[in-house]
């Protein structure tokens, strides 16, 4: 079975600042899907960003990147110009290319996130 | 677009009372899954549906939890008598499997409290 482990349950980051976000994951397939949601109070799940294993260009959407490192099953979040919106819990998730019961998302316990004005 | 629809927003019931969570999917996607979130375990699968039909319940956690889906448009999730330890979020996910990397989109949730 598969796990993600985020190792910093809490970070803090001053407004416009950058701060990177762990995680690494346990698998022994060649190709999946990894997932960084973002969890503000609201409680909604929204997704950040989105990385095939398949493509090594590591992706990008604005002010957020990752750093992906199949070799290390590393997959951390970079936040550039940090906003004070940015302020949430980070879940990095993990899914299996294959369909049945692989097509459930395994999370990480989440890093809260802080940003000081 | 109408994202993932979740009812009700909160419940707040008592012990021994029947619980039903509502989620109507993304217009178009054929795979629905549940997720519970709690503060011990966080966020794990509950079930997941496939063009209605239940693939995986692996994750339901007892007999007391039950889902259906009778159509594409509608799934609930019932719990049946509901306990304090069921108090937690509840969400609801729909995907098309095959387009933008299988991503999973959510509900905003259902917070339970069982007192």
């Known amino acids: 079975a598969q796990t993600v482990t985020q190792s910093q349950p809490e970070m803090s980051v001053q407004e416009a600042e950058t701060v990177t976000l762990s995680c690494t994951y346990d698998?022994?397939?060649?190709?999946?899907?990894l997932f960084w949601y973002k969890q503000p109070p609201s409680r909604q799940m929204i997704l950040v960003i989105r990385?095939?294993?398949?493509?090594?260009q590591n992706a990008t959407e604005n002010r957020f990147s990752v750093n992906f490192q199949k070799a290390a099953k590393s997959f951390s979040l970079k936040i550039s110009d940090s906003q004070l919106g940015d302020a949430a819990m980070y879940f990095c998730a993990y899914r299996s290319i294959w369909g049945g019961s692989n097509y459930k998302l395994t999370f990480g316990k989440g890093t809260l996130l802080t940003v000081n004005p | 677009d109408a994202g993932v629809i979740q009812s009700p927003r909160h419940e707040v019931t008592e012990m021994g009372q029947e619980v039903t969570l509502r989620c109507k999917p993304i217009?178009?996607?054929?795979?629905l899954f549940w997720y519970r979130q709690t503060m011990m375990r966080g966020l794990e699968l509950l079930i997941y549906f496939n063009n209605n039909v239940p693939i995986d319940d692996s994750g339901m956690p007892e007999d007391r939890f039950s889902a259906k889906m009778p159509n594409a448009s509608f799934s609930t999730l019932k719990i049946q008598p509901s306990e304090p330890r069921d108090s937690a979020v509840y969400f609801c996910?729909?995907?098309?499997?095959?387009?933008?990397?299988?991503?999973?989109?959510f509900g905003p949730g259902t917070r339970l409290l069982v007192l």
């Open positions: 996910a729909s995907t098309l499997p095959g387009q933008l990397q299988e991503t999973q989109y």
């Open positions: 990385q095939e294993a398949y493509k090594q």
């Open positions: 217009s178009g996607h054929n795979s």
């Open positions: 698998t022994s397939e060649s190709d999946y899907y």
